[in-house]
């Protein structure tokens, strides 16, 4: 008498070679992570963007790279053990460094340097593993170092040194004018005591007043003080 065993052998070996085909097909399957809220970075300054592979594996012989769409601009791109520099965007070529700490662990990020306001918006990050692709979507968001500053405040630091300056200027030149006119006066008081009227003793001893001589342009010298001061 036959088995039970051998009768039922060959209906169920289809269904043992899907699933052996199925543990193969996934066995190298994985997820790309990458951070789960938008990245900040300040203009000028150096931007990270991390990403990973789940569960965790050696990616270094994998294809890793970022992208931006809309159209698959390439950012930065890993493959065959080696960054490829000559097929980046010419706007990012020498700004990007992949750091590979942790490669081995599934980890990688990509450092942007010097981060410029067009780099606000959308990455990608993708792994290859032969012809399976998995890609994960982060955002970058540049903000101005001086953005809390509020616009009236730029105004008034850019004015306040040039009305400093010139209340600099104006406090010299009063106190320049005053010193001069103090002079001028001391002059027109020395003139009056020079050329004004002296007393004199006739010869019967009775006193009488003298006026000195003064020349037309002392008298022009004078008015023009006194109109002026």
């Known amino acids: 008498m036959a088995s039970p065993w051998s009768s039922s052998l060959p209906s169920c070996l289809p269904l043992l070679l899907f ?3 199925l543990s193969w097909s996934t066995a ?4 790309v992570i990458g951070p789960g809220h938008p990245l ?22 994998m294809e890793v790279g ?4 809309p159209f698959s601009r390439v ?13 980046q965007a010419p706007e990012y070529r020498g700004r990007t460094e992949l750091l590979k700490e942790s490669m081995g662990e599934g980890k990688v990020t990509l450092r942007i340097s010097n981060v410029r ?34 616009p009236g405040v730029l105004v008034v630091i850019a004015v306040l040194p040039v009305l ?21 006066r001391a002059e027109i008081e020395n003139l009056h005591r020079t050329f004004g009227p002296h007393p004199a003793h006739s010869p019967h001893g009775a006193q009488c007043v003298r006026m000195m001589p003064a020349t037309q342009g002392h008298h022009d010298l004078v008015a023009w003080m006194q109109q002026e001061f």
């Open 117 to 150: 306001f067009s780099d606000e918006g959308g990455f990608t990050c993708f792994f290859r593993d032969h012809s399976y692709q998995e890609e994960a979507a982060m955002e970058l968001q540049v903000e101005d170092p001086f953005y809390w500053i509020n």
């Open 66 to 69: 970022w992208y931006r769409p």
């Open 19 to 21: 699933l052996l085909q």
């Open 40 to 61: 900040r970075a300040l203009v000028g300054d150096e931007a990270e963007l991390p990403c990973r592979i789940y569960p965790g594996k050696n990616a270094t012989g």
């Open 75 to 87: 950012v930065h791109l890993y493959r065959n053990g080696r960054d490829q520099d000559a097929e």
């Open 164 to 184: 400093l300056l010139q209340i600099a200027v104006g406090l010299v030149y009063f106190c320049l004018q005053h010193r001069l006119r103090g002079k001028l």
């Open 28 to 31: 190298g399957q994985f997820r």
